[in-house]
């Protein structure tokens, strides 16, 4: 039941996105306006593979850091992604894939960082030393991206900031296509690290008793999500929220077992991410804000609603 | 091989990296069906750390510690996890969890990642409940439990296993009277029914030595005895190892210690 309203919650905010938009398309002609096949499905369908991933990623790595308010750029991705952003836009690299290639490379960089900080204790990831790890790194990048960002040009920086709120406006058949292939691998790899996930919550060593080999677990949950939000970052810039909110909502609803809060999380993350794409393309048309600042408008209040439950609970 | 040898440490000896001093020296001891060991000792004596040593967590520097017979460090955690239930002293509860979902998770071993719960894994779920007196339990949430009944929610865990061996550390650390007698009688009934072995890690002296047929009694690293209670938990001994003075009176045939008054100077 629960899961038939998630499904169609998820088309619901499909549909509304393929319909809803500044140029008036009427329902009549849905299936032949080249608006709707070229920019409406395409966006529709990046935002919600995004929405999913993110909260996926975010769902994991919650139960990796064993902090429920853990979101995916936590671990400094945001960061790096945004500093390889900026350095693009500041190098005036040309070509549609010139600023999410070099995105990706800044968030893959800030993961490896991370990864070899969080290692320092020994063969095993340390959550504890990763938040900090996390921390420093994207600290250590929003500081260079500010010092290019204010040694550049006024056009350039509108830019920069733009893509740093994030935004699904360089959506397109192709990007889409990118993150198909690309995301079911890491969704994968996740999905059959969930059960691990649910021994993790328990600690370490409590986790080892249950028979989870709690170091390998650790290192693949921890790659594959940065490699998801890496790629989430790189087509649509840094969208806060979702992977923060959307695990959390699904845990009232499902509880925490990762074989169905994974599942339930991507739908979910999907659709809210489908839902606020929409609100940001027509909400000021024909002007469009940032996707990041609808989903922080939205996320902030539920944040805060949450925080409540969580120091009254 | 002695066929009903589950965990067996010779001579084993640790040290944690960059420590003073051993946590473990030279303790031996053999674990095998159907019988209940308790580990007995002061704080920092060693008794976790024996259990690490044990269950293959931690490499032994000088003896050996096997696991029916094989190097307990060559087991993996999922082979292992399906021989030894255990009931560790402290876990995270950073999520909520229902009370079947927290006793299906000791089936993990026995799941592979990506099929579902089998029939036969409810089953034992159901069982492992029932055991422990916690079928009613089973859909409340895990914080919304008492210490007494979360502690039988944990051991149904285990049994969920189903173990050959039960380990236990400090399972009765925060419970009141009732419900530590109950846990233990519940682990005693185990060890004697389905002859599970059993290592519980203790505080209490006069339980240990009521209901283990062993006890291991450990002071800096060190087995300072090892026998049947009446063996073991002298007055002597006890106090020596806790520098504490006590009086040792039977009681059913086992010993049990009055700790005495002595004012602090």
């Known amino acids: 039941m629960k899961w038939l309203a998630l499904a169609g919650l998820a088309l619901a905010a499909l549909a509304l996105a393929v319909v809803l938009g500044p140029a008036h398309v009427p329902l009549t002609e849905l299936f032949t306006s080249p608006i709707v096949r070229d920019l409406r499905v395409p966006r529709a369908l990046l935002a919600f593979l995004v929405g999913g ?20 750029y936590l671990l400094g991705l945001s960061g790096g992604a945004g500093l390889g952003a900026v350095a693009a836009i500041a190098l005036h690299a040309v070509g549609p894939w010139a600023l999410p290639l070099a995105a990706f490379a800044g968030a ?11 290692l320092v204790g020994g063969a095993e990831l ?57 995301a079911p691998l890491p969704l994968a790899v996740l999905y059959g690290a969930a059960r691990s996930l649910d021994l993790l919550a328990l600690g370490d060593e409590p986790a080892r008793h249950l028979g989870a080999d709690v170091a390998r677990v650790k290192r693949r949950v921890y790659v594959a999500a940065s490699l998801l939000t890496a790629a989430a970052v790189a087509v649509s810039g840094v969208i806060g929220f979702v992977g923060l909110i959307v695990p959390h909502v ?20 999907g659709a809210l991410l489908a839902l606020a794409d929409t609100l940001a393309r027509t909400a000021v048309a024909p002007r469009e804000l940032p996707v990041g600042i609808v989903t ?4 902030v209040p539920v944040f805060t609603l949450l925080l409540r439950r969580w120091t009254t609970a | ?3 009903g040898l589950i965990l067996s440490l010779a001579a084993a000896t640790f040290r944690y990296p960059g420590a003073a001093r051993d946590a473990v020296t030279d303790v031996s001891l053999d674990v095998r069906d159907g019988e209940c060991v308790a580990l007995l000792g002061p704080n920092g004596s060693g008794k976790t750390t024996l259990l690490r040593l044990a269950l293959g967590l931690v490499r032994p520097g000088h003896g050996a510690a096997t696991i029916l017979g094989r ?7 999922r082979e292992l996890a399906r021989l030894v239930g255990v009931v560790p002293q402290r876990e995270e509860t950073s999520f909520p969890m229902r009370v079947r979902d927290a006793v299906l998770l000791g089936r993990y071993a026995r799941l592979s990642p990506w099929s579902g719960e089998r029939p036969a894994d409810r089953a034992a779920v159901d069982r492992a409940l029932a055991q422990c007196d916690a079928t009613d339990l089973a859909d409340r949430w895990l914080t919304t439990l008492s210490g007494g009944e979360f502690q039988r929610v944990r051991l149904a865990r285990a049994l969920a296993q189903e173990p050959r061996a039960l380990v236990l550390d400090e399972p009765t650390a925060s419970l009141d009277l009732r419900h530590e007698m109950a846990l233990f009688e519940r682990v005693r009934a185990l060890v004697d029914r389905e002859r599970l072995a059993a290592v519980v890690i203790t505080h209490q002296v006069n339980l240990a030595a009521r209901f283990a047929d062993r006890v291991l ?21 006890i106090e020596r190892v806790f520098r504490w003075p006590v009086a040792i009176e039977p009681f059913d045939g086992r010993p049990q210690m009055i700790p005495l008054r002595q004012p602090l100077s």
């Open chain 2, 71 to 77: 190097a307990a460090v060559e087991w993996s955690r």
């Open chain 2, 1 to 3: 091989m002695d066929d």
């Open chain 1, 126 to 182: 340390d959550p504890r030393v990763l938040i900090l790890a996390g921390v420093a790194v994207g600290a250590f990048a929003a500081a260079v991206t500010t010092a290019l960002v204010s040694l550049s040009d006024a056009s350039e920086l509108r830019n920069a900031f733009l893509w740093l709120w994030g935004g699904l406006s360089g959506a397109s058949w192709d990007t889409v296509r990118v993150m198909a292939i690309y």
């Open chain 2, 217 to 237: 009694l450990l002071a800096d690293g060190h087995a300072v005895g090892q026998g049947t209670p009446t063996q073991v938990l002298t007055r002597e001994t």
């Open chain 1, 108 to 118: 893959l960089g800030a993961m490896g960082l991370v990864y070899r900080l969080g």
């Open chain 1, 250 to 269: 699904m845990r009232t609803l499902w509880g925490h077992r990762h074989r169905t809060l994974l599942p339930a999380s991507f739908l979910g993350g």
């Open chain 1, 53 to 72: 991933a993110l909260a996926t990623a975010g769902a994991s790595l919650q139960a990796l850091v064993r902090n429920p308010l853990a979101d995916p």
């Open chain 1, 296 to 299: 922080a408008l939205v996320g």
